[in-house]
């Protein structure tokens, strides 16, 4: 008898319940405030909300004093309205309340996927696996919005190769609807490579032209699927753009995975070796090889965590269903099913939840990117004249209607630019004073104890205005040079 028979979420009557207390959990979960702990999202927030009241994409930023009016590709135009109109019907909760729906219909869907071949401790051992790798990335951002189709394009790559098939047409729309909400959609586009390989090698000779044509449409479809966006062909060029910048390695979201202290990652990839030590786990070669890629992109750059748990939980599901001698889903059993009755219990629980996040607002606090009492602090007639932010606080600034001299869009400022303040930030002191001088800058906001905000206290012509635990700010006492 195999594990699957007498272990608990087996039996049919029992498999709605997995995926509906994942995605109860998780929209649980994110109903903090802390998915509101990211600078960058008070820049999508109030570009959605420009886009809304201008009824159209930006195209030149409207925010940045460095920058202001340079061309600005909007690649995440669509997910900046979606989170601009959350904000306008419920304020901050609002935003919360929607990452809280992306994270459960994510949570819903990979569970769903993954119990078509596992089922009891092993099926939730894998959901907790890729729940948790995507935890850190638990943002109100564009991403998060994304992340649900990740999980059933991926799941749908899976599932035509278990059934020895072309991925289904109807899954197409996905992927215009992903390249206009976040460029996360190349990824999806570059998945179907690995799978189509696998297929072709799979395929008797008399048949691998027909692969071909199934595989190699479906792609090109695809593409075409993801050129539907106010940028057309640009859509597709523009992820190359942004991973080939340099200065990304100093953005906290693309720095390496760090291991000075246990976290999730380390978690699971020792709980896949314990897995594959003690068990006999066999997969395709290809896709093998795509964990391994996926494995080597999340050690490289944290943002690749919620990848490697979607996507890799989806290719580790299978594998292991073969080691716990697990059937599929549609062999396991028949019975009643309670699915439709726990889906209802479930959506009653979330608006519940969604109510009580209504009925209790968010209220910003002092945060590593919200420096709240600082900025209300700063008189209003220094406000009003430029600012050198550290780049965390670029977000919030832009909340404040203050233009920052630096925020989160990277691909905006470029490299020459994020080099330079690079410097800045060394202190490379020549460069500061003249930053400041030739830039008129009138008042600067800095984390308390960088080196940059040490020089700032020896800086003539300047002090300190106030420092509290996450920011200092210096304003100039003298008044800089005519020009």
């Known amino acids: 008898m195999s594990e699957a028979s007498n272990s608990p979420g087996s039996h049919p009557a029992l498999r709605g319940l997995v995926p509906a207390a994942a995605a109860v959990l998780s929209f649980l979960v994110a109903l903090s405030p802390k998915v509101l702990n990211d600078g960058d999202t008070w820049w999508h927030v109030a570009a959605g909300r420009l886009m809304i009241a201008g009824r159209r994409v930006l195209t030149t930023d409207p925010f940045s004093a460095s920058v202001h009016g340079a061309p600005w590709f909007t690649h995440e135009w669509l ?48 959901l907790t696996f890729g729940l948790v790798l995507w935890s850190g990335s638990l943002l109100a ?9 990740l999980a059933a394009w991926a799941g749908e790559l899976v ?34 490579g690995p799978f189509a390989l696998e297929a072709l090698l799979a395929a008797a000779k008399d048949q691998r032209l ?41 953005i906290g979201e693309w720095a390496p995975s760090d291991f000075a202290t246990i976290g999730p990652l380390e978690v699971g990839l020792l709980a896949i070796l314990f897995v594959a030590f003690t068990r006999p786990v066999r997969m395709p070669l290809v896709r093998a090889a795509l964990l391994l890629l996926l494995v080597h992109l999340a050690l490289q750059h944290v943002r690749y965590d919620q990848m490697l748990g979607v996507v890799g ?6 594998p292991l269903a073969g080691a716990f001698a697990q059937a599929p889903a549609s062999a396991a059993g028949r019975g009643p099913s309670t699915a439709p009755l726990v889906g209802v219990v479930a959506a009653g629980l979330v608006l519940a939840l969604a109510g009580a996040r209504l009925a209790f607002p968010v209220v910003i606090k002092d945060g590593p990117t919200t420096p709240v009492s600082a900025v209300a602090a700063v008189p209003t007639q220094v406000a009003a004249t430029p600012v050198l932010n550290d780049y965390s606080f670029g977000g919030y600034l832009i909340g404040q209607h203050i233009a920052p001299f630096v925020d989160g869009r990277a691909d ?22 003249q930053t400041l001088e030739q830039r008129h800058i009138g008042w600067t906001i800095l984390i308390p104890g960088s080196p940059i905000a040490r020089a700032m206290d020896e800086t003539p012509g300047w002090r300190r205005l106030r420092a509290d635990r996450w ?7 003298s008044p800089p040079p005519a020009h």
């Not at 599932?159 to 959609?185: C, K, V, Y």
């Open 210 to 250: 027909a692969v071909v044509w199934r595989w190699g449409g479906f792609g090109l479809a695809a593409a075409a699927m993801a050129a539907l966006t106010p940028h057309g062909v640009e859509t597709l060029i523009f992820p190359f753009k942004l991973i080939g910048m340099s200065s990304l390695a100093n």
């Open 313 to 318: 939980a989806l290719i580790l599901a299978q």
């Open 412 to 433: 905006l400022y470029g490299d020459a630019f994020l080099k330079a303040y690079a410097r800045l930030l060394a202190p490379d002191r020549a460069a500061l004073a």
């Open 79 to 126: 997910s900046e309205v979606v989170l601009g109109a959350a904000f306008n019907l419920g304020g901050w909760s609002g935003v919360v309340i929607l990452t809280a729906a992306a994270t459960a219909l994510t949570a819903w869907i990979l569970a769903r996927a993954l119990g078509r071949w596992l089922a009891g401790l092993p099926w939730i051992a894998l």
């Open 141 to 149: 951002r564009p991403h998060m919005l994304a992340l649900p189709i």
């Open 471 to 477: 920011s200092v700010i210096h304003v100039r006492v």
């Open 159 to 192: 599932q035509a190769r278990a059934e020895d098939r072309a991925p289904r047409w109807r899954f197409l729309p996905l992927m215009t609807l992903w390249a206009n909400l976040h460029g996360s959609f190349f990824f999806g586009l570059a998945l179907i």
